[in-house]
């Protein structure tokens, strides 16, 4: 099973300022890589596929890159609804198609 | 607008089994593979189960293989993930999702709580 590690566990940024959220993968995974946001209560939302698609409907400051093993998620100039507990995902070789354990991104 | 919208979730006792419901509407639910994934309280995603379109490959996590049975029904657009020998480990929020590889739409999620 691919183990999938995201790093830093929370993540203290400013409003307006860039975050950057990291990913590693155990083993390649191509590029066979999704970014999910999660707010309190709610349901986990799609950002990015492929390592680096954003998906329908959200906003270009949010970035991803990144191949084989180590992948990161960019968000330019942080808004106040971007403060969320963001996962990774592989898709690679699956099932199982297992979850990073989470970033938490707080307000600095 | 594509809907996931989630039942049957409750409280029921190690060992008991409970049968998970989710409604499809605003795509053609019979075109995509389904999944189900669920999140401990507190903690984070863990794919749990998902089927192909016409529901011939099935696929589980270990944690629940031989004790959960994923099934759909495409004339009823209806995803249902049956949960029998339960145990506390398995208090989670399920959530029903639209995806092969990557989830690109999920339900509200039900709440499943094991304990006695």
């Known amino acids: 099973e691919i183990v999938m590690t995201q790093s830093p566990a929370t993540l203290s940024v400013s409003p307006g300022e860039r975050a950057t959220l990291s990913c590693r993968a155990s083993q390649s995974v191509s590029s066979n890589l999704a970014w999910y946001q999660q707010k309190p209560g709610q349901a986990p939302r799609l950002l990015i596929y492929?390592?680096?698609t954003r998906a329908t409907g959200i906003p270009a400051r949010f970035s991803g890159s990144g191949s084989g093993t180590e992948f990161t998620l960019t968000i330019s100039s942080l808004q106040s609804e971007d403060f969320a507990v963001y996962y990774c995902q592989h898709y690679n070789n699956w099932p199982p198609e297992t979850f990073g354990q989470g970033t938490k991104l707080e307000i600095k | 607008q594509v809907q996931l919208v989630e039942s049957g979730g409750g409280l029921v006792k190690p060992g008991g089994s409970l049968r998970l419901s989710c409604a499809a509407s605003g795509f053609t639910f019979s075109d995509y593979y389904m999944s189900w994934i669920r999140q401990a309280p507190g903690k984070g995603l863990e794919w749990v189960s998902n089927?192909?379109?016409?529901?011939?490959?099935?696929y589980y996590a270990d944690s629940v293989k031989g004790r959960f049975t994923i099934s759909r029904d495409n004339a009823k657009n209806s995803l249902y993930l049956q949960m029998n020998s339960l145990r506390a480990e398995d208090t989670a929020v399920y959530y029903c999702?639209?995806?092969?590889?990557?989830?690109?739409?999920w339900g509200q999620g039900t709440l499943v709580t094991v304990s006695s």
């Open positions: 492929g390592a680096s």
């Open positions: 089927i192909r379109s016409s529901g011939s490959t099935i």
């Open positions: 999702a639209r995806g092969k590889y990557y989830i690109d739409y």
